[in-house]
């Protein structure tokens, strides 16, 4: 039998990390530990991290520095790093001058009851970052229960594809799949406890193959569940986006019509040495696929600045695509080396103050763009699902299929699907009415 405890959880990264931490939560719950909100009163702090950019590393052990001075008043104390970074660091976190206990993988959190049975009895530090072999499991009954209206569910970890930059093959595995029938019955029972807007999520969830049909069969099978509003999924590989998954979106009536799809790069040379598998004109080929079958669909991209030999002309080329593809977003970011990855063999030629250039320059015109889209809203009315008070108060936020954030006068409650007429408009939201 493991130990109970009071356990805090922090949690670093993306949208997958966080729906680690609720399943985490749910499965300590199972066993007995008890949620604290206070770091202080707590016998065990989980910081639940991200390893894919330098700066998400940093951030977690100026975090782990500070909990030090908890410590010295509980010496007691557990503190747990789990998740990515820990898979990328391993048991050299205990060399550093880092105070961490326990060491766990994202496939080793699953563990946690009964390694922290062993580190009270002898109070040695644990590490476990074996591969991961299947998906954290997930009992819905244990999951906190929803603060709003929508969630989030892993139906695929891992990949298979190891672009030259990225650290996620090498820290979450090789794709796996969640059985389809699973995944029905986890979102039924969400959908019974309030969800009405699901994300399905995964390293590239549109490679899944937990059934014979793929993930273009899911979306249609998860499309049946009566009570559920709203369908979304992220993130795609452009390499995978097929006909069958467009036209899936394009015949669903629950999934959104909203896509995101990072190019990386508007530079075919670029795009080699990321190893991304496609050409700039084979994005513009699925670019133009789903424009053409999905109207008014919306579309994101991510983008690294500052690739090892990117040129001028290979950023031109990057801008280029933007202004061509018109995306609705951009999350952009400047290229950093991650250790383990093959990109960290190529020399990391471009200055500093260049990849700063450049990555304010993309954000500009991007933020230029979004807000021509969000203007052509002024005087539409959209169909918004609320989310609730804004962070100020006084007013309801919420969003559009095609996932913009709308805030709006108006009086109605979380999960509530209303027409809004837009009479305004911002590069990062919509100001609207409802009808």
Known sequence: ??????????????????????????????????????????????????????????????????????????????????????????TRLFDSAVPV??????????????????????????????????????????????RHHFTYLTIMEGCDNYCSYCIVPHVRGRERSKPADQIMMEIGQLVKRGVREITLLGQNVNSYRGCPGGFPELLARIDSIPDLLRIRFTTSHPKDISPALVDAVSCLPRV???IHFPAQSGSTPVLTRMNRGYSREDYLEKVALIRDRIPGVALSSDMIVGFPGETDADYDRTISLIRQVRFDNVFAFKYCTRPGTS?????????????????????????????????????????????????????????????????????????????????????????????
């Open 101 to 146: 206990d326990m060491v766990l993988g994202p496939g080793a959190m699953v563990r946690l009851p009964d390694y922290y049975t062993r580190f009270l009895r002898n109070r040695d530090p644990v590490a476990d970052t074996s591969e991961p072999e299947a998906i954290f499991p997930l009992d819905t009954r244990l999951l906190p229960l929803p």
């Open 256 to 258: 959104c019509e909203y």
């Open 343 to 435: 990109a960290a063999e190529l020399v990391d030629d471009v200055p500093g103050g260049v990849k700063s250039d450049r990555l304010s320059g993309l954000i500009d015109i991007q933020r230029g763009i979004s807000l021509q889209i969000n203007r052509e809203w002024i005087g539409r009315t959209a169909e918004v699902l609320i989310d609730g008070p804004d962070r100020r108060g006084g007013k309801l936020t919420g969003r559009t299929r095609q996932n913009r954030i709308v805030n709006l006068q108006g009086e109605c409650g979380r999960g509530e699907l209303i027409p809004v007429r837009i009479e305004g408009a911002s590069p990062n939201c919509l100001y609207g009415v409802q009808v």
């Open 1 to 90: 039998m493991s130990a109970a405890a009071k356990f805090y959880i922090e949690t670093f990264g993306c949208q997958m990390n966080v729906h680690d931490s609720e399943k985490l939560e749910g499965h300590l719950v199972g066993h007995g530990w008890c949620k604290s909100a206070d770091p202080e009163l707590s016998d065990v702090i989980i910081l639940n991290t991200c390893s894919v950019r330098e700066k998400a590393e940093h951030k977690v052990l100026s975090r782990v520095g500070r909990l030090h001075r908890i410590r010295r008043r509980n010496p007691g104390l557990c503190i747990v790093l789990a998740g990515c970074m820990a898979q990328a660091w391993g």
